[in-house]
């Protein structure tokens, strides 16, 4: 390890998140000198396995948990006895595996842990790897902290969670794991009787994009350092981070501010890094250096302020990837040389599943998932785009119409039973879509719904938003554009034009605006009310929005700022099978929702005509002599069979609970009984079940993002 230098005045340091920078001149090249290497680590890691234990999404025949621990366990072996050793190796060799968290994610096979007396799956997963440490991820916390204390439970004890910016003292049952040690800032491994130091970190605005309750994030580097500095003070002369900062820039702006870090294996932000040659899983492509436009090799490498090179890695998602990074170094712990076979390995079909994960988790899981994807509930005439970039994150997308258009027929059937108005406007937030995929036309079935929809997010209402605050949030959902971000808005009820040249909104973490917007120019409702004219706010009555509960909370910083809500009696995956099932009586029309949108979301100063040129009564700019004017369709209209009420799956505002499989109570109205994992079907009159077997309760999940 190099000498150290504690890093003075350790940055805060979201803003990499939004400020992209350009690396060092040569930044990406592989360390490579001459110096004899005393001792050689084979670092074996992964990332964002986020519950794709059957399959890479899309993929049959790549990723899975059970090929995963086959070839993970086939190279662990292989690198502890040197059989593909290079020239500037050591004799002197081993081995640590690690993972940068994301353990699991909601959706349909996350869903199977969820049924009365199953097991943990992605636990025992996990557990079958064998991992040395890993890293907390923002998913891990999406149904609250219990259920990741649950899930913490599966793990062995000899698989530390480490997070050294992390306090949970305020959470029982986390607090309990770090009484025991099994969560702890760090962790030392002796490898064949070289002692490695593994440091965990967490993304500091962890509350913005997640249901972390009373967990609280630190920024970054200075309690690094801190646990840098005590393990090198112990004589530990080897170190790696295993952080989820949620993309690679934010890494790298870390790595330049630590001293005494070896390597660093990210997570959160799904890259693809590879070399020329590096077998990729069908589809996938080296991701992009948003500072240099470069691709990303493997390793890309960071200078910190001792002026030492440290190499940064990830391996994409959904156990894809095992990474393998070589690092050789002298007898003072200093790196010498990365290996050339240093790189992404692929999870192919040629690798045997692991009968044990096989038979324990792919075998349930399977027969789970299988249920869903036998119950049909709709027809799409065309492809529904729910790709992240370009897509749901980036532009309007049909998907993203259909699940704003679904969060208003939930919040419009159930206005009257739960005392809201009817919403106006529809926001969902484009990282709470997680399908990743283009569906294509075809039959649209249970699983689908849950696969686009995975998160325990509630329908919720807020009703009475002042219009200048709807700018605001027209404004954030656009402030990203054209970059990739969660936080970008699918919208229903509203058509709006923004141009990408202009200031865009800056909003802290509690939604205050810190830099007013000036994106958003033209906005008018389906009806054909003007809210926003030339930039500016038109006067007139307040809007009522239909959201998800995740954002009417400010999550993704969503400028809500604390508006009363009410959760209306239905999680977002069951508004969308009713409102594909029902008010589209089974019948997603390409006219209604159209490769590439139907012109909600527009570049420019105009906003596309409302659906039949509106009619409200502020509506002049809409107007058309033949009333036939141009323009999407009206987002349908909900049938007049009446939402499940507070009898049938919803809750009132004083009934916040928690069930035995840790899930957070709901803020703005708790949901009571509401089956989450269920495959719910709400028919005429209320809940009618696809599948009969019941599923566990987990009202108020977190939500979204990579």
């Known amino acids: 390890m190099s000498r150290l230098v504690r890093a003075s005045g350790a940055l805060l340091l979201t803003g990499a998140l939004v400020a992209p920078f350009a690396p060092a001149a040569g930044a990406s090249a592989p360390m490579d000198t001459t110096d004899d290497a005393a001792f050689t680590l084979t670092l074996l890691h992964g990332n964002d396995p986020e519950s794709a234990l059957l399959n890479a999404p899309a993929d049959p025949d790549h990723g899975g948990a059970a090929r995963f621990t086959t070839l993970l366990r086939e190279l662990r072996t292989s690198e502890g006895a040197g059989e593909e050793a290079e020239d500037g190796e050591a004799d002197n060799r081993g081995v640590v595996t690690v993972n940068s968290g994301d353990m ?26 064998g991992y040395d440490a890993v ?111 949620q993309n690679i820039t934010f890494e790298e702006r870390v790595a330049q501010e630590l001293t005494g870090i070896d390597a660093i294996v990210a997570g959160g932000g799904h890259e693809v890094m590879a070399n020329e040659g590096d077998a990729l899983v069908p589809d996938d492509e080296v991701t992009v250096h948003p500072g240099t436009g470069e691709p990303l090799s493997y390793p890309l490498v960071a200078r910190n302020p001792e002026g030492a090179e440290v190499p940064i890695v990830t391996a994409g998602s959904n156990y894809k990837y095992v990474g393998r990074l070589v690092i050789n170094f002298d007898a ?43 119950t049909d509930v709709a027809r799409s005439e065309v492809a529904l785009e ?33 005392g809201v108005p009817e919403p106006q406007i529809g926001i969902q937030n484009g990282g709470g879509i997680r399908n990743a995929s283009l569906i294509p036309a075809g039959t649209i079935s249970a699983l689908d719904t849950y696969s686009i929809a995975p998160f325990a997010n509630q329908v919720a209402v807020v009703p009475n938003v002042p219009r200048a605050q709807v700018k605001e949030l027209l404004e954030h959902g656009v402030s990203e554009a054209p970059a990739s971000n969660g936080g970008f808005m699918q ?165 916040d609970r928690k069930d035995d499989k840790g899930s957070l109570p709901l803020t703005g109205g708790a949901l009571t009984g509401l089956i989450i994992a269920a495959l719910v079907a709400v028919g005429a009159g209320g809940g009618a079940l696809y599948l009969g077997r019941k599923r566990a309760t987990t009202p108020d999940a977190g939500k979204l993002d990579a």
């Open 104 to 129: 699991y994610l909601p959706g349909p096979e996350f869903a199977a842990s969820q049924e009365d007396g199953a097991p943990f799956y992605d636990a025992i997963a996990a557990s079958h790897a």
């Open 386 to 418: 729910g790709r992240q970039d370009p897509g749901v994150r980036t532009q309007e997308t049909n998907l993203g119409d259909l699940m704003a258009d679904s969060l208003m027929d939930t919040g419009a059937r159930n206005a009257e039973e739960y």
């Open 135 to 245: 890293s907390m991820g923002n998913h891990e916390f999406d149904f609250g902290p219990d259920l990741y204390a649950d899930f913490i439970d599966g793990l062995p004890e000899s698989t530390p969670v480490v997070a050294a910016n992390v306090d949970v003292s305020a959470e029982p049952a986390l607090a309990a794991h770090e009484a025991a040690g099994r969560i702890t800032p760090s962790t030392v491994v002796d490898v064949e009787g070289e002692q490695v130091g593994i440091v965990g970190a967490l993304y500091p605005d962890l509350a913005t994009i997640t249901s972390s309750r009373d967990v609280v994030v630190d920024e970054v580097v200075a309690p690094v350092q801190a646990e840098v500095d005590r393990l090198s003070g112990e004589g530990v002369d080897k170190i790696i981070m295993i952080s989820h900062l």
């Open 491 to 655: 919208v229903g009820g509203v058509n709006f034009a923004y141009d990408p040249e202009q200031t865009a909104q800056e909003v802290n973490e509690d939604g205050e605006v810190l830099g007013e917007g000036e994106r958003v120019r033209d906005a008018v409702l389906h009806d054909g009310t003007v809210l926003i004219d030339d930039g500016e706010v038109v006067d007139g009555d307040p809007i009522t929005i239909a959201t998800n509960d995740f954002s009417a909370r400010g999550g993704d910083m969503y400028p809500f700022r604390g508006a009363d809500f009410t959760v209306v009696g239905s999680t977002y995956q069951g508004a969308l099978e009713l409102f594909v099932s029902d008010t589209l009586t089974g019948e997603i029309t390409e006219t209604d929702y159209p490769e590439g949108g139907s012109g909600r979301i527009v570049v420019g100063d105009e906003a596309t005509a409302p659906p039949g040129n509106g009619g409200g009564d502020d509506g002049e700019d809409g107007d058309d002599e033949d009333g036939d004017g141009a323009g999407p369709s009206p987002s349908p209209s909900p049938s007049d069979v009446p939402g499940e009420g507070p009898d049938g799956g919803g809750g009132g505002a004083d009934g």
């Open 332 to 374: 003072d712990g200093d790196v010498v040389s990365l290996g050339d076979r240093s790189g992404p390995v692929v999870v192919d079909g040629s690798v045997e599943p692991d009968p044990e994960v096989d038979a324990q988790v792919t075998k349930p899981v399977s027969e789970y998932v299988d249920e869903l994807a036998e």
